[in-house]
């Protein structure tokens, strides 16, 4: 069964860090891109980082850049989200999924983790 299984969320004052791990299973990640989005309520799905499957390449969000950093270890089959300098408006439940090679749809996606950014 493949899954992803995300944690590191809660509840932190603004301009804290969180740092959100993924964990895959069920199969091999190494060779997927893998992304994280998020959901505020009331909201759609937003895209918020992603990563090649070496962790040579990376891209964000504009919302994002310079304050989170995405990054993987394969051996671990777990990818990360470091987030730095939170704003009330990060607050939404934070998804990882996976995007097979030359498939450019995330075909596997975690149950997600709440992150609150309090004022």
């Known amino acids: 069964q493949v899954q992803l299984v995300e944690s590191g969320g809660g509840l932190v004052q603004a301009g804290g860090s969180l740092r959100l791990s993924c964990a895959a299973s069920?199969?091999?990640?190494?060779?997927?891109?893998m992304g994280w989005f998020r959901q505020a309520p009331g909201k759609e799905r937003e895209f918020v980082a992603r990563?090649?499957?070496?962790?040579?390449?990376?891209y964000y969000a504009d919302s994002v850049e310079g304050r989170f950093t995405i990054s993987r270890d394969n051996a671990k089959n777990t990818v990360y989200l470091q987030m730095n300098t939170l704003k009330p408006e990060d607050t939404a439940v934070y998804y990882c999924?996976?995007?097979?090679?030359?498939?450019?749809?995330?075909?596997?996606w975690g149950q997600g983790t709440q992150v609150t950014v309090s004022s």
């Open positions: 999924a996976s995007r097979l090679i030359g498939v450019n749809v995330y075909a596997y």
């Open positions: 990563i090649n499957w070496s962790g040579s390449s990376t």
């Open positions: 069920g199969r091999t990640f190494s060779s997927d891109t």
